[in-house]
């Protein structure tokens, strides 16, 4: 049987007020995506563990089968982008953010307002790269709109603490320069050291950068300081998909099909030349969902199974934008789902759809909540009618975890 997996990132939240105590799913006018849940069975998902507050990596690292704890965010992307790494090489994720000073450390915004175009953020990374010394040899990589890579070269450790305050302990209004985990480690120490230098020249370049100017000039947020997260020095060893195709263009999901060993495919993704995210976003998504039908149509023969990521979705539940977030949805429901019930009529082919992680609009973050998952393969079915957290809870396959995800789902058979 054929197999193909979907990730609806971030899509799955917590009820809101906006929707008379319903959450973005249950709202959300999905009847393609319902058409596979009242012909299938449902559960329910912790990616890690309870209580766990999941970022993307680690969690589809482990709904794939792995152990979460031995892949870095940093070396994910880092592959992603194609940066060659060898041992001993730091890479670290990163956001271009907003500050009000070194003094202070105060955080107006970890994505300077999320308005960064494509060609701000690879002016800021050229001269970084340009004007930054350090002790050892180092390269900064520009990814989507507002993300990017730090690559330091050398013998590194990653016994160190973020500096991106929704990734580390500090939390709160200030962030916190990198510490290392282990004051006798002296690599960490090293490290962090390193890093903090970096983090400190940078914002001497960024700050008052011509980039920054023009932006301020329009009443935008400057980016001028770089948050860290997700740090490592190795790739591991990750359980391999090679009868797999991935059909993703976003640098994490990238990085994540090589190291399952899946054959990825992908397109150019929009840049954003307009400050409105928003438009680009649909424009986005509209692209991911045409290429994935697209590549479908034209592979699936070819591959025992796909893995389709939209990453779209996850964005409205950090600006506490539930609107924007069930608009996205039904958009994926019409456009690909709706292509997907007609592509496997007739066809021996399992759909299985989950998210990788909960991101409720009200909280502005990702949260520890359970995730939906449906398994759809034309013979079995449940009681559950509708893709959303309450109906999840009813389904027969009960509550499981992302270790699990694989082998309870059939998707590793």
């Given at each position: 049987?054929?197999?193909i997996?979907?990730?609806?990132?971030?899509?799955s939240?917590?009820?809101?007020n906006?929707?008379?105590?319903?959450?973005?799913?249950?709202a959300?006018?999905?009847?393609?995506?319902?058409?596979?849940v009242?012909?299938g069975?449902m559960?329910?998902?912790?990616?890690?563990?309870?209580?766990?507050?999941?970022?993307s990596?680690?969690?589809?690292m482990?709904?794939?089968?792995?152990?979460s704890?031995l892949?870095?965010?940093?070396?994910?992307?880092?592959?992603?982008?194609?940066?060659?790494l060898?041992?001993?090489?730091f890479a670290?994720?990163?956001?271009?953010g907003?500050i009000?000073?070194?003094?202070?450390?105060?955080?107006i915004?970890?994505?300077?307002?999320?308005?960064?175009?494509?060609?701000?953020?690879?002016?800021?990374?050229?001269?970084l790269n340009?004007?930054?010394?350090?002790?050892?040899?180092?390269e900064?990589?520009?990814?989507?709109?507002?993300?990017?890579?730090?690559?330091?070269?050398g013998?590194?450790?990653?016994?160190?603490?973020?500096?991106?305050?929704?990734y580390?302990k500090?939390?709160?209004?200030?962030?916190?320069?990198?510490?290392?985990?282990?004051?006798?480690?002296?690599?960490?120490?090293y490290t962090?050291?390193?890093?903090?230098d970096?983090?400190?020249?940078?914002?001497?370049?960024?700050?008052?950068h011509?980039?920054?100017?023009?932006?301020?000039?329009?009443?935008?947020?400057?980016?001028?300081i770089?948050?860290?997260?997700?740090g490592g020095?190795?790739?591991?060893n990750?359980k391999k998909?090679?009868?797999?195709?991935?059909?993703n263009?976003y640098?994490?999901?990238?990085?994540?099909?090589?190291i399952?060993?899946?054959?990825?495919?992908?397109?150019s993704?929009?840049?954003?030349?307009?400050i409105?995210?928003?438009?680009?976003?649909?424009?986005?998504?509209?692209k991911?969902?045409?290429?994935?039908t697209?590549i479908?149509?034209?592979?699936?023969k070819?591959?025992?199974?796909?893995?389709?990521?939209?990453?779209?979705?996850d964005?409205?539940?950090?600006?506490?934008?539930?609107?924007?977030?069930?608009?996205?949805?039904e958009?994926?429901?019409?456009?690909?789902?709706?292509?997907l019930?007609?592509f496997i009529?007739?066809?021996?082919i399992?759909?299985?759809?989950?998210?990788?992680?909960?991101?409720?609009?009200?909280?502005?973050?990702?949260?520890a909540?359970?995730v939906?998952?449906l398994?759809?393969?034309?013979?079995?079915?449940?009681?559950?009618?509708?893709?959303?957290?309450?109906?999840?809870?009813?389904?027969?396959?009960?509550?499981?975890?992302?270790?699990?995800?694989?082998?309870?789902?059939?998707?590793?058979?």
């Open positions: 049987m054929k197999k997996l979907v990730i609806l990132d971030g899509a939240g917590l009820p809101e906006c929707f008379g105590g319903r959450t973005v799913l249950d959300a006018e999905t009847p393609n995506l319902d058409f596979f009242k012909r069975k559960g329910y998902m912790y990616p890690i563990k309870e209580r766990h507050v999941p970022g990596g680690e969690a589809i482990s709904i794939l089968g792995n152990d704890l892949f870095q965010r940093g070396v994910i992307e880092a592959l992603g982008l194609d940066i060659k060898k041992r001993g090489d670290v994720r990163t956001n271009f907003t009000d000073n070194l003094t202070s450390r105060k955080i915004d970890r994505r300077a307002g999320r308005t960064l175009t494509t060609k701000e953020s690879q002016a800021l990374s050229k001269d340009n004007n930054i010394k350090l002790s050892c040899k180092f900064f990589y520009p990814g989507v709109q507002h993300r990017g890579v730090l690559v330091l070269r013998g590194f450790s990653d016994n160190i603490s973020n500096i991106d305050p929704e580390s500090s939390g709160g209004s200030k962030f916190v320069f990198s510490k290392p985990f282990d004051d006798e480690d002296e690599i960490a120490k962090s050291n390193v890093l903090n970096f983090i400190v020249q940078a914002f001497e370049v960024l700050n008052n011509q980039v920054n100017i023009e932006r301020r000039r329009k009443g935008l947020l400057p980016a001028n770089l948050f860290t997260r997700g020095i190795e790739i591991s990750a998909y090679k009868s797999w195709m991935s059909i263009s640098p994490l999901e990238i990085g994540i099909a090589k399952s060993g899946m054959n990825n495919f992908a397109f993704y929009p840049k954003l030349k307009k409105d995210v928003y438009d680009n976003l649909y424009a986005s998504l509209n991911s969902i045409k290429f994935a697209k479908l149509k034209k592979q699936h070819n591959y025992l199974g796909s893995y389709i990521h939209f990453k779209e979705t964005v409205p539940g950090h600006d506490n934008k539930p609107y924007e977030k069930k608009n996205m949805l958009m994926i429901d019409k456009r690909f789902f709706g292509f019930r007609k009529r007739g066809k021996d399992k759909v299985v759809v989950t998210c990788d992680h909960s991101t409720p609009c009200k909280l502005k973050k990702h949260s909540d359970p939906p998952v398994v759809y393969d034309g013979k079995k079915s449940d009681e559950t009618i509708k893709f959303c957290e309450k109906e999840s809870k009813r389904g027969n396959f009960g509550k499981m975890y992302g270790k699990d995800f694989m082998k309870k789902t059939g998707l590793d058979r």
